[in-house]
């Protein structure tokens, strides 16, 4: 599985800052190691535990073929959420969360096909037919097809798993998920509820550093599980074809009978 970051390296990044005291939500108890400051210190015993337990989880989805859909809208997560989740090939929403996205997905489905549709024709030429009036209207359409499904263009199903930097700030990502019994891997910061995420993952939902680190990571699960699927699957295609051989040899001749004496 993925490199699991040292100590030193989680301190560095600021994995270990949570929300100042008054915001503590009480279910984060257990992942509380104290407070400095007034501020919240996250236990990083507990965040290495639960975070190896995410990433092999997210692993063996991915070996499986399941899909993993990324989402982190806040401004700090948006670039880093796009950038890893096309690293690893996977879908992704980094801007305003579609309501319906996951609970009415047909709808959705819709738009990314108008959205591909006017894509195809802009990279086509095809539009060049309509006045200068019309092209402007539709690669306005276009520019905000792309900001809004973009990241899910090539999203055919629902997501097996739903990837939040912050649930709080992508509350209805996490409530559709919820509602359609999606398994959520999320990083809680010590304001959230960890009660509603599969795979809670305590960590800095705002540092930057700490976003990329543990967002990365994903990515690095994710990457490593689509590489065992390949060599999965390689296996299976060589066994195949030595089952294959073996069912064509030709059966052996039964030896002749020992003439008497």
């Known amino acids: 599985m993925a490199v699991l970051p040292e100590m030193v390296e989680m301190l560095k990044c600021g994995v270990h800052f949570g929300h100042r005291t008054s915001k503590r939500h009480p279910k984060m108890a257990n992942f509380i190691f104290g407070a400095k400051d007034g501020i919240s210190i996250l236990d990083l015993d507990k965040t290495i535990v639960y975070l190896k337990e995410a990433l092999e989880y997210l692993e063996g989805v991915a070996r499986s073929g399941g899909t993993i859909l990324f989402v982190g809208a806040k401004n700090q997560a948006a670039e880093i959420v796009k950038e890893q989740a096309l ?6 929403v980094h801007t305003r969360w579609l309501g319906g996205t996951l609970t009415n997905f047909a709808v959705i489905s819709k738009m990314i096909k108008k959205y591909k549709k006017l894509k195809s024709e802009f990279e086509k030429g095809e539009v060049a037919k309509f006045t200068k009036k019309e092209q402007l209207d539709l690669s306005r359409d276009m520019e905000e097809l792309e900001g809004l499904i973009g990241g899910i263009a090539e999203l055919t199903k629902l997501p097996d798993v739903v990837y939040i930097v912050d649930v709080k700030k992508d509350k209805t990502a996490s409530t559709e998920a919820q509602k359609k ?6 990083l809680c910061d010590s304001n959230i509820n960890p009660e509603c995420i599969a795979y809670p993952i305590p960590a800095n939902d705002d540092a930057i550093k700490s976003i990329r680190m543990m967002t990365t990571l994903v990515s690095d699960a994710i990457l490593e599980g689509k590489d065992k699927r390949q060599v999965d699957i390689e296996k ?3 066994q195949k074809a030595a089952d294959a051989k073996t069912a064509e040899a030709p059966a052996a001749k039964p030896a002749a009978p020992a003439q008497e004496a």
């Open 87 to 92: 690293r690893c090939g996977m879908p992704y």
């Open 181 to 186: 019994k999606i398994p959520i891997v999320a």
């Open 236 to 238: 299976a295609i060589a």
